[in-house]
């Protein structure tokens, strides 16, 4: 297997980086003022913190199977300016993005009541609206799509791959696990159904959506700044709820009928009454959040098929993990 990890801590890599770096930084009349440091290297990316006469920069560079992110933040910064931290330039056949440092993220205030998640998430649902229109230009920039109507075949697709793995391979399923998830898909196609009954366009689901991938505003009346679209997808936006979803019930140790939660939920669906009435807004949303392990699997296999053993046998039980409880209720 392939090993990121291995080239990102290179000599031959860094100069590559350092150098492209360093003309940017030239093109922009910016000064290096110290050394680049590697902060962290992750077999799903690494970055480089690059200080300068204009502040820090940030690097990064994505395993190939997210290469398109650069690509994909740099249209957002087109379309969405408010709303995303848009890097300042980009390499896109080698996935190369160097950013400014926005500040602070907004788990850095220690705040993690529904507030701050009802700002999250309604802050993106406004993003989603804006970039809606705009699916064939996000799709051209490389983001992928994973449209409802095909989910159900997507993942009857994959347990092909799956079963015929090596018995001794971390991504194997055995033909018992495979069918107890066929036996799952006529649930996924009931979701679809409902989800084709509701006036809501397809647009970004970020598929990580957490407060660790947002920056504070400089001033109360501005939106959050978004980045990390690594993982993200062209899908039904509601599937974006599932990862605050589940860490709101996992921080507070509760069930997601808490009322905390469903503020949270509401506030997120108020925004898309110009769609429809809320009572239909919220008869989709369970459908989408069972579209939503479809993504989360989807964003684990294409980084997995760039990973090293090690990160192989530790990661892929996390892409089976949401192959194994799709259509599992996420509302209760």
């Given at each position: 297997m392939n090993n990121p990890?291995?080239?990102?801590?290179?000599?031959?890599?860094?100069?590559?980086?350092?150098?492209w770096i360093d003309l940017v930084l030239e093109t922009f009349g910016v000064?290096?003022?110290?050394?680049?440091?590697?902060?962290?290297?992750?077999?799903?990316?690494?970055?480089?913190?690059?200080?300068?006469?204009?502040g820090t920069l940030w690097f990064k560079e994505n395993n190939l199977g997210q290469l398109a992110e650069a690509s994909i933040l740099s249209l957002l910064?087109?379309?969405?300016?408010?709303?995303?931290?848009?890097?300042?330039?980009?390499?896109?056949?080698?996935?190369?993005?160097?950013?400014?440092?926005h500040g602070a993220t907004l788990d850095s205030l220690g705040a993690g009541d529904q507030l701050a998640w009802a700002r999250i998430a309604g802050d993106f649902a406004d993003l989603q609206q804006i970039v809606a229109p705009h699916g064939?230009?996000?799709?051209?920039?490389?983001?992928?799509?994973?449209?409802?109507?095909?989910?159900?075949?997507?993942?009857?697709?994959?347990?092909?791959?799956?079963?015929?793995?090596?018995?001794?391979?971390?991504?194997?399923?055995?033909?018992?696990?495979?069918?107890?998830?066929?036996?799952?898909?006529?649930?996924?196609?009931?979701?679809?159904?409902?989800l084709r009954g509701t006036a809501v366009p397809l647009s970004l689901d970020h598929n990580d959506l957490h407060a660790r991938n947002c920056f504070l505003p400089a001033t109360s009346d501005e939106p959050l700044r978004f980045f990390d679209f690594a993982d993200s997808y062209w899908a039904h936006p509601f599937s974006v709820l599932l990862v605050p979803i589940t860490q709101m019930r996992e921080q507070w140790?509760?069930?997601?009928?808490?009322?905390?939660?469903?503020?949270?939920?509401?506030?997120?669906?108020?925004?898309?009454?110009?769609?429809?009435?809320?009572?239909?807004?919220?008869?989709?949303?369970?459908?989408?959040l069972q579209l939503a392990g479809v993504h989360r699997y989807g964003s684990w296999l294409r980084l997995l098929v760039y990973a090293d053993d090690e990160s192989m046998r530790a990661y892929a039980p996390a892409a089976l993990h949401y192959l194994r409880t799709l259509t599992d209720p996420v509302l209760g």
């Open positions: 990890r291995e080239v990102w801590a290179s000599p031959e890599w860094r100069q590559q980086a350092e150098q000064a290096r003022t110290g050394p680049v440091e590697q902060p962290r290297i992750r077999f799903w990316s690494t970055q480089l913190t690059v200080p300068t006469d204009h910064g087109e379309l969405a300016p408010d709303h995303v931290a848009a890097p300042l330039a980009i390499e896109p056949s080698r996935g190369w993005m160097l950013t400014a440092d064939e230009r996000l799709s051209q920039a490389g983001l992928v799509l994973m449209n409802p109507e095909v989910a159900a075949n997507f993942v009857e697709n994959q347990l092909l791959l799956h079963t015929g793995l090596p018995a001794e391979h971390p991504l194997h399923l055995s033909a018992e696990a495979a069918d107890d998830i066929l036996r799952r898909l006529p649930a996924i196609h009931e979701a679809v159904e409902v140790n509760t069930t997601a009928d808490d009322p905390r939660i469903q503020s949270v939920v509401t506030a997120y669906l108020e925004r898309w009454t110009g769609y429809a009435p809320m009572p239909e807004l919220r008869a989709a949303l369970e459908p989408a």
